[in-house]
């Protein structure tokens, strides 16, 4: 077999484990979906002009940055960290599998999982909460390149912070610093209610640059003026995610370590 | 005689001040079950992995299957087949589903449900892994290092765990695949284990190859005298002999009958192996990783 079949076999063993895997659905997958329904119902009563503004359509596009960074970083760092310690990552390499077949897999399972959550959020958010669809093309088009480059740069980022912690504590390693980082970026909250200097060390980081460019797309045209810039500066946006992606895949490249530390 | 199937000169790798492997030299020939015995720290594990391609060697040369493992191409790992000390990760998927996604590496695979059958998997084979046992476990490890049809084979302490009956129905699928022709390169601490498989033992300490031979030769075993034992008026008496045809017929003529509770030893396995490594284990070198 060929690299690429054997990096769709891959993606389907990867996506049999993902979806037996009860935590890896829930908390990754469902988690935003959930989130983003739960505020809607919560906050109603504080969007007055719910024809403006609803709670659906203020959270949607922190639920979708969210859903991004989980799917492609969170799930990225998790299960890669855990397959180094459990020797998955020693095994596949004991075999001919080149290894290109092994991330061409994790790239396919986050593809899929990352899709599949997005068109689930935009479906709940429409039906569910009246949250308008992104109006004209140019939106779609900004939807789908903001969601791409972020889904590439988390996945190569994930892979790259796995390295960083053992299966035992990885789990607290990525959770505390994405939650941190989830409200600084304005995931959780309006970014506006952010503080100014936060703000700026947000603008550091992905998500921040994911969030806003998931507001240009959901948002009414003048919100843009309630943006660090006052504009939703789609052009830079891209140009930070695609630098994130580019120097998280050297980073991913540089540090990949197929055994666990202290064996080989 | 033809090229042997593992080649090692003057092997050596030093981790800090340590000296795992120190000048090892061994050769494992086509179709045999070698069995690499040494008391923890001794380089056995070290040896191996470079033997498997998994870690870079100081000094020496080393040829597996007439190719040298460090930067070996992905080609050399079509024949190769290895067996790791424990395949976690895998409790989500089935026997069948991992055998098939490991085939599909191969060029030319077995079959999975000739594998799952050779193995006695094949009633589990659609079950969830994580419920197998540990003995079922370990054989799926050795289907999925036999799956691609490997013309060596390398197990780790393959019966580590395992009840009497699981270790003899383990042994009966090694020397199965032995039968094939596959070589093999087992290492264990089982000194039975090596006696029922291995066609030949070597037994290192300290990085160095102490000896080398079958497991009915070691140290001279079979040169060595034997223990006489029975058991007259109630007392258990025993000599050691270098005849013991000898003093067996002497006995039956003194016995009416049966002589009682008769036995003839010479040393085990196990004893010319523990007295081979004794001058090499001490406190500290059982502490050192291997």
Known sequence: ?264 | MSEPAIRIRGLSKTYGQHRAVDGLDLDVRCGEVFALLGPNGAGKTTTVEVLEGFRDRDAGEVSVLGTDPQGAPLAWRERIGIVLQSSGGLDLLTPREVLRTTARCYRQPREVDEVLTRTGLQEKADERISGLSGGQRRRLDVALGIVGRPELLFLDEPTTGFDPQARRDFWGLIRDLASDGTTILLTTHYLDEAEHLADRVGVIAAGRLLALDTPAALGGRQSQEATVSWEEDGVRRSLRTATPTAELLALAARFPGEVPELTVTRPSLEDTYLALIAPHVSGESAQVPA
């Open chain 1, 1 to 264: 077999m060929n690299t690429l079949a054997l990096g769709l076999d891959r993606t389907v063993v990867e996506l049999k484990m993902y979806s037996r895997e009860k935590e890896a659905v829930f908390f990754s997958f469902l988690f935003p979906i959930l989130l983003l329904s739960l505020f809607a119902v919560i906050f109603s009563g504080q969007f007055e002009d719910a024809d403006a503004m609803s709670a659906g359509r203020f959270f949607m596009p922190g639920m979708v940055a969210a859903g991004v960074l989980l799917t492609s970083f969170q799930t990225m760092a998790l299960s890669v960290a855990t397959e180094r310690d459990d020797g998955t990552l020693k095994r596949l390499r004991s075999t001919p599998m080149p290894p290109v077949a092994y991330f061409l897999g994790k790239v396919g399972l986050v593809a899929v999982t990352s899709v599949v959550q997005l068109v689930t959020l935009l479906v709940v958010g429409r039906l569910g909460f009246d949250v308008p669809l992104p109006d004209g093309g140019r939106r779609w088009l900004v939807l789908a390149a903001v969601f791409a480059l972020g889904v590439v740069a988390g996945t190569v980022l994930g892979i790259a912070y796995s390295s960083l912690s053992t299966a035992r504590s990885i789990g607290a390693v990525v959770i505390g610093p994405m939650l941190v980082l989830q409200f600084i970026s304005g995931v959780y909250i309006g970014w506006q209610d952010v503080p100014d200097w936060l703000r700026q060390v947000a603008a550091l980081f992905p998500l921040k640059w994911i969030a806003q460019g998931m507001r240009s797309v959901f948002y009414p045209q003048e919100m843009a003026s309630l943006e660090m810039a006052g504009s939703w500066e789609t052009g830079r946006t891209l140009l930070v995610l695609a630098a994130w992606a580019a120097g998280g895949l050297v980073l991913c490249v540089s540090t990949f370590r197929w055994f666990k530390r202290g064996t080989v």
